[in-house]
Antibody
Framework: EVQLVETGGGLIQPGGSLRLSCAAS????????MSWVRQAPGKGLEWVSV???????YYADSVKGRFTISRDNSKNTLYLQMNSLRAEDTAVYYC???????????WGQGTLVTVSS | SYVLTQPPSVSVAPGQTARITCGGN??????VHWYQQKPGQAPVLVVY???DRPSGIPERFSGSNSGNTATLTISRVEAGDEADYYC????????????FGTGTKVTVL
């Protein structure tokens, strides 16, 4: 059974850093493209970042230069390192598995990141 | 970057048909995917590649895509279909490959 479990969210002050983790089971992270998608309170879905099976990474303009996506193949885990956090980064962050054609077939339960002083 | 526009809300009576549109420039040339999201839950894929349904999704959910508009159709709407719905496209050749629509709140009257 495919499962994605995010951890690492919480309350952080503006300018601070946080690392989200997404532990995967039932499949191999490095063989799939994996994304982070976020949703601000009461707002829609916003794609944040992707890492392809070959290792290429891409970011939304809103987080480029501040966030870094990575994976640990030995732990079958996806990460999102978030630096220089801003109030507008406050959101539920979802880890997601993408399939050929670009659709997401599995989502984690989400982890809430709140950036506030 | 590519923009997908959805109506903010759609209201429908039980048993009737709800149609949710997703507008984008020449979207008919892309594969469109649709997600259902209920309050406090992660999104769930309901249609992929314009009109295919994942296992477990009722046949009442169908999709089409042509020109500048993709459409998710929910037939014989039930109270449990009340949710937010998002369209999505993917362009693997882009450095911003994933785009979500603005989202539509479906209300069952």
């Amino acid at each position: 059974e495919v499962q994605l479990v995010e951890t690492g969210g919480g309350l952080i002050q503006p300018g601070g850093s946080l690392r989200l983790s997404c532990a995967a089971s039932g499949f191999t992270v490095s063989s799939n493209y994996m994304s982070w998608v976020r949703q601000a309170p009461g707002k829609g879905l916003e794609w944040v970042s992707v890492i392809y099976s070959g290792g290429s990474t891409y970011y939304a303009d809103s987080v480029k230069g501040r966030f870094t996506i990575s994976r640990d193949n030995s732990k079958n885990t996806l990460y999102l390192q978030m630096n220089s956090l801003r109030a507008e980064d406050t959101a539920v962050y979802y880890c997601a598995r993408g399939r050929l054609g670009g659709y997401i077939d599995y989502w984690g339960q989400g982890t809430l990141v709140t950036v506030s002083s | 970057s590519y923009v997908l526009t959805q109506p903010p809300s759609v209201s429908v009576a039980p048993g009737q048909t709800a149609r949710i549109t997703c507008g984008g420039n020449n979207i008919g040339s892309k594969s469109v995917h649709w997600y259902q999201q209920k309050p406090g839950q992660a999104p769930v894929l309901v249609v992929y590649d314009d009109s295919d349904r994942p296992s477990g999704i009722p046949e009442r959910f169908s999709g089409s895509n042509s020109g500048n508009t993709a459409t998710l159709t929910i037939s014989r709407v039930e109270a449990g279909d009340e949710a937010d719905y998002y369209c999505q496209v993917w362009d693997s050749s882009s450095d911003h490959p994933n785009v979500f629509g603005t989202g539509t709140k479906v209300t069952v009257l």
